[in-house]
């Protein structure tokens, strides 16, 4: 049974940072991308970003892009998404998600995610 759970969320003024974290476990993590995603009240979910198996290719999507950093440590089982130069417009539920087959690329599309964590909330104040 796998299992993802977010940490690190919180209140943040714009400008200020968070690093989230995704603890996952159930089978061998080092094997699978990963990717991140979120949700505003009323929108849709959205691509953050993803990376592969390895930690060697990563994608992010172009509101990101230069202020956040997805990253794998995959000794201790944790993918991380580092927010930097947050905006009140980042404000959602972050979701990390794992990927169904091994050894695959990442995705934007969340429909080729298997696996997915509770979320954790981010609030950023303007």
């Known amino acids: 049974q796998v299992q993802l759970v977010e940490s690190g969320g919180g209140l943040v003024q714009a400008g200020g940072s968070l690093r989230l974290s995704c603890a996952a476990s159930?089978?061998?993590?080092?094997?699978?991308?990963m990717g991140w995603f979120r949700q505003a009240p009323g929108k849709e979910r959205e691509f953050v970003a993803t990376?592969?198996?390895?930690?060697?290719?990563?994608d992010y999507a172009d509101s990101v892009k230069g202020r956040f950093t997805i990253s794998r440590d995959n000794a201790k089982n944790t993918l991380y998404l580092q927010m930097n130069s947050l905006k009140p417009e980042d404000t959602a539920v972050y979701l990390c998600?794992?990927?169904?087959?091994?050894?695959?690329?990442?995705?934007?599309?969340?429909?080729?995610?298997?696996?997915w964590g509770q979320g954790t909330q981010v609030t950023v104040s303007s």
């Open positions: 990376i592969n198996w390895s930690g060697g290719t990563t």
């Open positions: 159930g089978r061998p993590f080092r094997l699978y991308a």
């Open positions: 998600a794992e990927r169904a087959n091994p050894y695959s690329g990442g995705g934007r599309y969340s429909g080729g995610y298997d696996y």
